[in-house]
């Protein structure tokens, strides 16, 4: 089989620089999704017609399997498809998909292109309550598919049919490069419309046979930012009640966003407003606070992600602590029973078993062993100016507040850094260290006062 994309289209009503087809739908572009369906497919040839913004969307794709035709004026989908012929194998049928209607499923298209085999032309449709703006179907009176009209070609009595087109077709390549041939854009709109290849069809003797979405969503595209918002949310719900039905614990499907691919265990629980990006794992048992950020990250088993975290690429064992307000930045590995508190960043540094810092600290470039307790306002002082430098901090190290330490230093297994000190040279195991530092008590002090 052939898979045509058409992907050429302006946009106006986006009011956007961004070719339409690569504004983000969960974090990947509308196209994206499209090509995703039909690879689904497996087809043969898979090409993408484009038009404004081209070079930004080959850029964009830059896959080796994609074919790219390009429709240098936008005359119409019927023109848009005749640029793609040239790369068609007529031997097989071509399935015409859109750039701009991202949800549609493999099932569904699928159904459609079996409907159709290797001599009919199929039609993909859907009744809806109110059908403006959309091509009818028109049908004889035994219910065959006769040809298809487009809104401002439509007569009253055809605009009050609900049987709309949804532009997906599936035709022999052969016939269907024939019939673009005679296409005339002798209509309202000026253009080639790839619609009347179903009325040529008819009348070439061939069976036209359509089918159905189970849901209207699948065949909806985007037109507007408005537009392009409501099937962010339709696709974000459809994502969470999927979650649902596998066992995850969503507490509210309308307040959760997946822009990747979110993997879950048994027993996860997600509250509200959680974003996941990229590829996220939590496994059994996982509970993921309100309004999380997690991004290409892994989570173990019976860890608690607490309210108002930010995860990126971090890895967490099991029965952790994290935040809330914590963030773990790329390369943060975390062991297991690890506690990371509120506003605590740990950034490319491990966090052995038992490891504790469990307020406003930093700790980057760092091996920490386990049991280590840091204290709270501990910082890592791993930048020079120039070069970043590691922290080495053995297993049963007690870390006073306030302590600075400056890299590149080793604190010794079993170590105490008294609070307040900064340490630049390495620590012996067992040792305490301290910067000793004279209080001063003054009894005869008194404290200002405000002038009148």
Known sequence: MNIVILAAGLGKRMRSSLPKVLHPLAGRPLLGHVIDTARALSPGRLVVVIGHGAGRVREALGAPDILFAEQAEQLGTGHAVQQAAAQLDESVPTLVLYGDVPLTRAQTL??????????????LTVSLDDPSGYGRIVRDAAGR?????????????????????????????????AWLGTLSNSNAQGEYYLTDVVERAVADGMDVVTAQPDAAWETLGVNSKTQLAELERIHQRNV?????????????????????????????????????????????GVVIGPHCVIR??????????????????ARIGAQARIGPYARLRPGAALADEVHIGNFVEVKNSTLAAG???NHLAYVGDSTVGARVNVGAGTITCNYDGANKHRTVIEDDVFIGSDTQLVAPVTVGKGATI????????NVEAG???????????????TRPAKKQ
């Open 145 to 177: 598919v006769q040809r298809i009209v487009e809104q401002k070609d439509a007569t009253p009595e055809q605009l009050a049919i609900h049987e709309i087109n949804t532009g997906i077709i599936v035709a022999p390549t052969r016939r269907l490069k």
């Open 418 to 425: 008294a609070a307040g000190t900064t340490v630049w040279q």
């Open 240 to 284: 969470a009640l999927a979650l649902t039905d596998a066992g995850v614990t969503v507490l509210d499907p309308a307040r959760l966003d997946v822009r990747g691919t979110l993997t879950c265990g048994n027993d996860v629980t997600i509250d509200v407003g959680c974003v996941f990006e990229g590829q996220v794992s939590l496994a059994d």
């Open 355 to 357: 490891a504790k810092a």
């Open 110 to 123: 699928r159904q459609l292109v079996q409907a159709a085999g290797d001599r009919k032309l199929g039609v």
């Open 296 to 313: 290409d990250s892994e989570i173990g088993a019976g860890t608690h992600v607490d309210a108002f975290s930010h995860l990126d690429g």
């Open 431 to 445: 040792a305490l260290v301290l910067n000793e530092k004279r209080q001063v008590s003054r009894a005869d002090y």
